[in-house]
């Protein structure tokens, strides 16, 4: 086993917000209560449905689709300027921490702990909330009108699941729902242990089950978190002292058809079963969505996809990814498309079981030339980082992940590193449970 120690020193980054990607002319889908600036959206065509492309190339190779989708979220080339650029372009990240931090520390220049922590509790321009597939995304305050109206925020029949998995009815929750609001709006933020002391011995045990409703429904907030960067303990404020306004809502078909065409912009060439898993559609839903908006059918490696038409010539012109990157488990990237659809894209088939488990969980991977050469995984004390990296093959590219490893050491304010190779990972599936979190040490 191979062994380097660094010395590093941490250097500030600017904080330089940069542009949103993927925005088109000014056309407001609904109207907006929020102290931020309005968002931009593209206008939308009246049903302009799927057209075949028949331009001199229809069959596109998978290192130019690579190459289009990394570029567009900083994988390869130059990092992103800033975390909201860094949002927008992969239309969210993945909330759940480590993986938040860590999929910023990819995709944007000079990245800091402090930087996605100054937009979530300082500037309070980003937010934690169940969206797309009832996953929890870090999301711009900005979009959430859109996003949320396209994911069927506050749908009924998701909010009657889950009150039956709770087991109480309506009436009950709206009572104890009613009660956190009450000690939310005497309190700054509170910890669901810090409600449970303020409601008194009557505080129900499913408590944190109505905390988690009340968040999907945006009546409170994942305010800020309790512990370090790797936490997900959390306090929660009522949502319009944390936001400045309650959400507004928008036409939700209009804003499927929104998100369709944010998610093409971001991960195509895609299919629509890719969209569909990712947003949490029905097919229905999914088809309406796509005949909104100006796509063309393209082949990618003989498959069929759809692209936005506009995107063909950056599609047509874009360079295979270049370059080595360290994306944490359930990094917006490796979770971008539909679960039979992943090994070709990103994955060798070979190697599939070795960066997904059975539910579809990716694991954490380092991303050589836009596709998964090995996994990783990482131990933080104090300021010591320890980087163990474990490639499918024979070690290669030493360097630049070396130099990837001193990247994360000085974003996480790390001042001694330890990299480390393995040999080759064991299966996930034959693994401990949640070995997609550490492939190296439960995965063997």
């Known amino acids: 086993m191979g062994r380097d120690v660094l010395r590093l020193h941490a250097q500030q980054m600017p904080d330089d917000l940069g542009h949103v990607p993927g925005r088109g002319p000014v056309e407001e889908l609904c109207r907006r209560s929020f102290p931020h600036p309005v968002i931009v959206l593209r206008r939308l065509p009246g049903s302009v449905g799927t057209r075949r492309y028949r331009g001199r190339v229809t069959d596109f190779s998978l290192a130019r689709v690579r190459g289009l989708v990394l570029s567009r979220q900083g994988l390869t080339g130059p990092r992103l300027g800033s975390v909201g650029e860094a949002t927008s372009a992969a239309v969210g990240v993945f909330g759940s921490a480590p993986t938040c931090y860590l999929s910023y520390a990819a995709r944007v220049a000079g990245f800091r702990l402090e930087d996605l922590d100054r937009e979530l509790y300082g500037k309070r321009s980003l937010v934690r909330v169940r969206s797309m597939h009832e996953m929890a995304f870090v999301l711009p305050v900005e979009d959430l009108p859109v996003i949320l109206s396209a994911t069927n925020a506050g749908d009924g029949r998701a909010e009657a699941r889950i009150l039956k998995a709770m087991g109480i009815d309506g009436p009950l929750y709206e009572h104890w729902s009613a009660r956190v609001l009450e000690v939310l709006a005497g309190v700054p933020t509170a910890s669901v242990t810090e409600l449970r002391g303020h409601l008194g011995a009557d505080a129900p045990k499913y408590l944190n089950y109505v905390v988690a409703l009340m968040g999907r429904q945006c009546r409170v907030v994942r305010a800020e978190v309790r512990g370090g960067w790797r936490s997900d303990s959390y306090s929660y404020a009522a949502w319009p002292s ?89 990094d917006a990237l490796m979770m971008g498309y539909e679960r ?95 070995a997609f979190m550490a492939p190296i040490r439960l995965g063997a």
Request: proline content about 7%; charged content about 25%.
């Open 242 to 330: 944390w936001t400045g306004a309650a959400l507004a809502a928008c036409d939700p078909a209009e804003a499927r058809a929104e998100l369709a065409r944010r998610y093409l912009w971001s991960f195509g060439p895609a299919t629509a079963a890719d969209l569909k898993w990712w947003a949490g559609w029905t097919v229905r839903d999914t088809r309406a969505a796509l005949a909104a908006l100006d796509v063309t059918e393209i082949t990618v490696a003989d498959v069929p996809a759809l692209v936005l038409t506009e995107d063909l010539d950056a599609l047509a012109a874009a360079a295979p990814p270049k370059g080595v990157r360290l994306l944490p488990y359930w």
């Open 340 to 434: 039979l659809a992943r090994a070709p894209r990103l994955v060798d088939a070979a190697d599939h079981p070795r960066v997904y488990d059975k539910s579809g969980n990716g694991t954490s991977a380092v991303l050589v030339d836009g596709r998964a050469a090995g996994v990783w995984e990482f131990e933080h004390v104090k300021d010591a980082l320890t980087v163990r990296v474990a490639p499918f093959g024979e070690p290669s590219r030493r360097a630049e992940i070396e130099a990837e490893a001193v990247l994360l050491a000085e974003a996480t304010g790390s001042t001694d590193l330890t990299l480390e190779f393995t040999g080759p990972p064991g299966l996930l599936a034959d693994g401990a449970r949640n």
